[in-house]
């Protein structure tokens, strides 16, 4: 399984980006995916947790800015960023819950990281 990840780039203060996080491989389902972030000097920190679309979670600025969706049959989620912040700089990564063809068990699977950069 390989998870790509795309989209990032720079962005200006107040504009929107949309990141998208393509899973490839004997993938039998996706059970969850999440979004993270790694700040420059900061460790990678969570910004979005889709619980299998049983429950949506969004910590502390991405609230109410940011959206992950997923398309089921394209096996890709997205995260849709709006009102973006030069806070919001860093190299987002997408992680998934997914189990595959060779075992029961769902395994995590990270994607390479995509760099967003927020100027004004």
């Known amino acids: 399984v390989q998870l790509q990840a795309s989209g990032g780039g720079l962005a200006q203060v107040g504009g929107p980006l949309r990141l998208s996080c393509v899973a490839s491989?004997?993938?039998?389902?996706?059970?969850?995916m999440a979004w993270y972030r790694q700040a420059p000097g900061k460790e990678r920190e969570p910004v979005a947790i889709d619980e299998d679309q049983s429950s949506t979670d969004y910590m502390g600025s991405a609230k109410g800015r940011f959206t992950v969706s997923r398309d089921r049959a394209k096996n890709t989620g997205y995260l849709q960023m709006n009102s973006l912040e030069p806070e919001d700089t860093g190299v987002y990564y997408c992680r998934m819950l997914i189990r595959t063809s060779d075992g029961f068990v769902p395994t995590l699977y990270w994607g390479q990281g995509t760099q967003v950069t927020v100027s004004s």
């Open positions: 491989g004997n993938i039998v389902s996706i059970r969850g």
